[in-house]
């Protein structure tokens, strides 16, 4: 059974070394990256009329990111990612991903570099320790700021 490592796919700056980070995690342990995009509920009843078109475009352009990503965290972890997409609360999501797959044995999160505040994940994971996750899980937080050669010599 490999391990997984669970990437949240956001589009923060810091989120590239999460993913470079855990996919050279994956190669030295023989395991495998997992890719979660969470799109946004789109219960709004103003958009009620469109809510199905609305929903179908931001999956499909999920897939495409997921794709793209999947081919870059591929060629870096030897290993084909697998592909997750949920729809509204980023937590939330991640409990039931994390919950559902007993084979993700590490979540790795990106923190801003220079000084800037930690992201929403990465605050609500140091404030509500396992509870964030749902289960004992270790969290992996990446600074930012890392180069491809600091990653490296780390993973």
């Known amino acids: 059974m490999p391990r997984k490592f669970l990437v949240v796919v956001d589009d923060s700056p810091e989120f ?3 993913l470079r980070y855990a996919s050279r995690r ?3 342990t023989g395991g495998r990256v997992v890719l979660l995009r969470v799109i946004p509920d789109t219960s709004d009843e103003h ?3 469109v809510r199905e078109e609305i929903q179908r475009e931001q999956r499909a352009e999920a ?5 793209t990503l999947g081919a870059e965290a591929q060629e870096r972890s030897g290993a084909q990612p697998v592909f997750v997409i949920e729809e509204g609360d980023p937590q939330a ?5 994390v ?3 007993p084979e993700i044995k590490i979540l790795v999160l990106a923190s801003a570099g220079g000084g800037k505040a930690s992201g929403p994940l990465v605050s609500a994971m140091l404030k ?3 509870a964030f996750t749902g289960r004992k899980l ?3 937080i990446v600074p930012g700021e890392l180069t491809d050669s600091e990653i490296e010599d780390l993973a």
């Open 26 to 28: 994956a190669r030295s």
């Open 138 to 140: 270790p969290v992996t």
């Open 47 to 49: 958009w009620s009329g």
């Open 128 to 130: 509500q320790g396992a």
């Open 99 to 101: 919950g559902a797959d």
């Open 93 to 97: 999501a991640i409990r039931k991903v």
């Open 16 to 18: 590239e070394a999460a």
């Open 63 to 67: 897939e495409s990111l997921l794709n």
